[in-house]
């Protein structure tokens, strides 16, 4: 039975064409993500991109315009329990020297060339790319 929507919110960083990944490792497994997280009770869709990058990456960001929002019930890879809502913006990092990873499980970034293969094992993030190369490489 579901008994918790998680909804999470993911930005897409994107510039000469790359599109900005975590390499990080979540519930025993390793991942190629977008950055971003979860909406935490009270805070708004931006408010909570902007947190995630502050907490994670020590980065700020500027939020631009909303991207995709996924529209089909998806049920968590991690939690039976859970049906998640991602919600992906575009946004321009503004201070991008002063990366610095603060969350322990994540081991690096990488830019990922949009017109490379999809590096992206999750459904969503793996359709907001196919849709970013459609948007970015005209």
Known sequence: M???INVRVYALCIRDKKLLAL???YAGDFLVKLPGGGLEFGESVIECLKREFQ???NLEIEVKEHFYTQDDFLVSRFRDNEQLL??????EILNEED???LDPCIEKTEWFSL???NPFPLPVDKRVFELAK???LK
């Open 134 to 136: 459609e948007k970015f």
């Open 99 to 101: 990366l610095l990873i």
């Open 2 to 4: 579901i008994d918790k």
């Open 115 to 117: 017109e490379g293969e």
């Open 86 to 91: 991602t919600i992906y913006f575009l946004a």
């Open 23 to 25: 390499h990080e490792e």
């Open 55 to 57: 907490e994670e990456l």
